[in-house]
T-cell receptor, first 114, second 112 residues
Framework: ETGVTQSPTHLIKTRGQQVTLRCSSQ?????VSWYQQALGQGPQFIFQ???????GRGNFPPRFSGLQFPNYSSELNVNALELDDSALYLC?????????????FGPGTRLTVL | QKEVEQDPGPLSVPEGAIVSLNCTYS??????FMWYRQYSRKGPELLMY????GNKEDGRFTAQVDKSSKYISLFIRDSQPSDSATYLC????????????FGQGTTLQVKP
């Protein structure tokens, strides 16, 4: 059974640029959630995708957007990058949206915005 | 006020000690409670989850939830240097949005 994978591992961008992060969910899981983890803080919920539809969103501006594909993999897109967007971006998959309590995380993508 | 409060530590204990990690939460509607372990530069790893007040044990780990006081705890018995990590409490529910709310995390160091 393959776990949650994310790419790339690290990324450096400059302010104003756009970035796309990718996530492959664990085999058999149809729900993907994205979190932002600033240094020294707990993860903060960005949004969740269930069967290719957004299923809940946290307190993040519209420049954070996402997609989920038919194979349940997902992308997080961030436009007009700001310095405060520097963080570890985590993807978590769960068996179903009704099993949100057992979310399994990937290793994360560390984004640095200069 | 944060929805989940957790003392960031750091907490340093000798090998073999019993470790107690704690969180408080503000919303009585939260229905499920988790503990995650996160090693440096890695993603969080689910350690334990529970739905109800009371204790849940798994090996050296015991999770405790007291819904009346909105207090959750994780106890680690016979702590090992490999337990050195950041421990995150999380809670969520009752909706199906899948939103987990995390504490800040407590950094634990177990010294040999």
């Amino acid at each position: 059974e393959t776990g949650v994978t994310q790419s790339p591992t690290h990324l450096i961008k400059t302010r104003g640029q756009q970035v796309t992060l990718r996530c492959s969910s664990q085999s058999g899981h149809n729900t993907v959630s994205w979190y932002q983890q600033a240094l020294g803080q707990g993860p903060q919920f960005i949004f969740q995708y269930y069967r290719e539809e957004e299923n809940g969103r946290g307190n993040f501006p519209p420049r954070f957007s996402g997609l989920q594909f038919p194979n349940y993999s997902s992308e997080l897109n961030v436009n007009a990058l700001e310095l405060d967007d520097s963080a570890l971006y985590l993807c978590a998959s769960s068996l179903d949206r009704g099993h949100a309590d057992t979310q399994y995380f990937g290793p994360g993508t560390r984004l640095t915005v200069l | 006020q944060k929805e989940v409060e957790q003392d960031p530590g750091p907490l340093s204990v000798p090998e073999g000690a019993i470790v107690s990690l704690n969180c408080t939460y503000s919303n009585s509607a939260f229905q499920y409670f988790m503990w995650y372990r996160q090693y440096s530069r890695k993603g969080p790893e689910l350690l334990m989850y529970t739905y109800s007040s009371g204790n849940k044990e798994d090996g050296r780990f015991t999770a405790q939830v007291d819904k009346s006081s909105k207090y959750i705890s994780l106890f680690i018995r016979d702590s090992q240097p490999s337990d050195s990590a950041t421990y995150l409490c999380a809670t969520g529910g009752p909706s199906n949005t899948g939103k987990l709310i995390f504490g800040q995390g407590t950094t634990l160091q177990v010294k040999p």
